[in-house]
């Protein structure tokens, strides 16, 4: 039996015993000096993401529509922060090609298409604008992305320069400012751009980054918003939403998809359908605060009950 004071029991590993000078027993210091190099990375990633260098202008709005493609290049978006750091730090074309173009396939774009995506875009007849990401519909632009580098703080300059090309895009288009990380996602509204949010893709649940992102660019969503914007423009007056249109709508639509996949009917019951005919939401955003809308019916069907309800 060992001497007191000469040798310890490991605090971590019971019945195994240790020289009374080392705080663990070999084995569990050997395992030690094999974590340093995941812990720095991790050190790395909570470094910046508890600075957001000026970038979170107003408060976050809670979301929840899980979708596991969606997170899955949530998800990949982070590995990239985190393994591509130092080349999006230092160059912006890296910041296009690890950070936004493959956030933007995830959305329903795609990027290799020059018709849908469109890098050093010219608008017609401004050749002193020259947006780094043009995304495309029917020809026309519906979406301006300005990219910085990844290490590049909050600029009130980057704001002007994102009202240049405001000027160049209709109503109900949107103009985006981003690093990579945070997406300021503006509305664009008589030649302006008007702040909805900023998007912090490396902090909050995978799922609730990629419902954000999703509502506000993708391909589906952004054709939406300008379609509906090009009937209404010009109006005095927004009619008001037919209810009982809608609702029939909706019903045909349910019906429709029911025969095709074999399904049930009543994956939307005729008193959800009623809920969602009275409240007329016109995002996934407020689709999702209906009570009895769960995740399921959103990733399957909220898109096109979006549609509907915008009269398309």
Request: glycine residues 8%.
């Amino acid at each position: 039996m060992a001497q007191a004071g000469q040798i310890d029991e490991c605090p971590n590993c019971p019945g195994v015993y240790k020289p009374s000078e080392y705080p663990v027993c070999r084995e569990c210091y050997q395992q030690n000096l094999r974590r340093p190099a995941a812990g720095q990375i991790r050190e790395q990633r909570d470094q910046y993401a508890d600075e957001s260098k000026g970038w979170d202008q107003q408060p976050q709005p809670e979301v929840t529509a899980p979708t596991s493609e969606a997170a899955r290049v949530i998800g990949q978006a982070r590995t990239n922060l985190t393994f591509h750091q130092q080349e999006c730090e230092n160059h912006e074309t890296s910041t296009i090609q690890y950070l936004i173009m493959p956030v933007l396939a995830g959305l329903g774009w795609d990027i290799h298409d020059p018709a849908q995506v469109g890098t050093e875009y010219r608008p017609t007849g401004n050749r002193n604008v020259r947006p780094d990401i043009a995304l495309m519909y029917n020809g026309a632009p519906v979406a301006f992305i300005e990219a910085k580098r990844l290490d590049r703080g909050y600029s009130p300059d980057y704001r002007e320069q994102l009202s240049k090309y405001a000027e160049c895009l209709g109503d109900g288009s949107t103009a985006v400012l981003t690093n990579g990380r945070f997406w300021q996602i503006c509305s664009v509204s008589g030649g302006k751009p008007l702040l909805r949010e900023t998007i912090d893709v490396n902090r909050g649940a995978a799922e609730e980054v990629a419902a954000k992102l999703s509502d506000a660019l993708s391909k589906s969503m952004l054709q939406v918003d300008v379609g509906n914007t090009s009937r209404t423009t010009g109006t005095s007056q927004q009619t008001a939403p037919n209810r009982e249109k809608i609702r029939g709508d909706l019903r045909r639509y349910r019906d429709g998809e029911a025969e095709r996949q074999g399904m049930s009917p009543y994956v939307l019951t005729n008193a959800i359908i009623s809920l969602i005919a009275e409240q007329c939401p016109t995002d996934l955003r407020q689709l999702r605060e209906i009570s009895g809308v769960g995740p399921a019916t959103i990733e399957q069907h909220g898109d096109s009950i979006i549609r509907i309800i915008r009269g398309r």
